[in-house]
């Protein structure tokens, strides 16, 4: 019985993201349809955007890389202590959320959330969503690369498997994969429907910021959940 209702959580959860945008764009007539040409020139010129942030970084790029490195590092000296901490305060009701939203994390997930997008924008003839269709791939995909080549750089065990630090090894879990793959979700999600408008009335904008607290929120309730499971240390869960 629980683990049919944790199934029909993630069913209504997944539908409820996939959904609620598709209609809404319905209701405001978003009408341009991009050809083939164009969407693999977006593509191209994406990935070479993610991985030439290098070269673009400004002083305040540095500054907040070097905050959250530096954030990563103190959560690594203390990494025992902040797992014990959350080991000692576990209870049935946490239990249970962890459960719900560890599938959350998952690339099939995530995948099919995108491959949903772009079937819904097809059959409905909507450019938006099937650019969010793409967006979300894309993202999922680089997400996903990166993420890999940080637990291959940093391939620490699990923290119930004592949590000793290797590098340069396949099957290292230095970096959550699943706080980095459903954070992946975020931004094309909040890019595409969560912006704040001039014209939008008080209605729209609780609607908004609501969306912007779930499709941000998600992602740390999965981060921690890896914590709560020993699957991962918290410095894991912020580098992902």
């Not at 797992?83 to 599938?103: C, L």
């Not at 969503?129 to 080549?149: C, D, H, R, V």
Request: with cysteine; net charge neutral.
């Amino acid at each position: 019985m629980r683990h049919f209702k944790q199934s029909l959580f993630n069913h209504a959860l997944m539908l409820s993201i996939i959904f609620c945008p598709v209609l809404n764009a319905k209701a405001e007539g978003i009408g341009r349809e991009p050809n083939d040409t164009a969407v693999l020139e977006q593509i191209k010129f994406d990935v070479e955007y993610i991985f030439g942030t290098p070269q673009r970084m400004d002083k305040n790029s540095y500054i907040a890389l070097g905050a959250v490195l530096g954030a990563a590092g103190i959560m690594y000296a203390e990494k025992e202590h902040i797992n014990r901490s959350f080991q000692k305060n576990k209870t049935r009701t946490i239990d249970d959320i962890a459960e719900y939203v560890k599938p959350l994390g998952g690339a099939f997930v995530v995948s099919g959330v995108s491959a949903a997008f772009y079937s819904l924008g097809s059959i409905f003839e909507s450019s938006r969503e099937k650019e969010t269709g793409m967006m979300l791939a894309e993202s999922f995909i680089s997400t996903g690369a990166l993420a890999y080549i940080g637990q291959f750089a940093l391939a620490e065990d699990r923290p119930y498997k004592g949590g000793d630090m290797h590098f340069f090894k396949t099957g290292g879990h230095g970096v959550s994969g699943h706080a980095a793959i459903s954070a992946s979700m975020a931004g094309p999600l909040n890019r595409q429907y969560l912006q704040i408008g001039m014209d939008d009335d008080n209605v729209e904008r609780f609607k908004k910021y609501t969306g912007k607290i779930a499709v941000y929120g998600l992602p740390l309730l999965v981060g921690l959940s890896r914590i709560y499971d020993e699957k991962h240390y918290a410095w894991n869960v912020l580098l992902g």
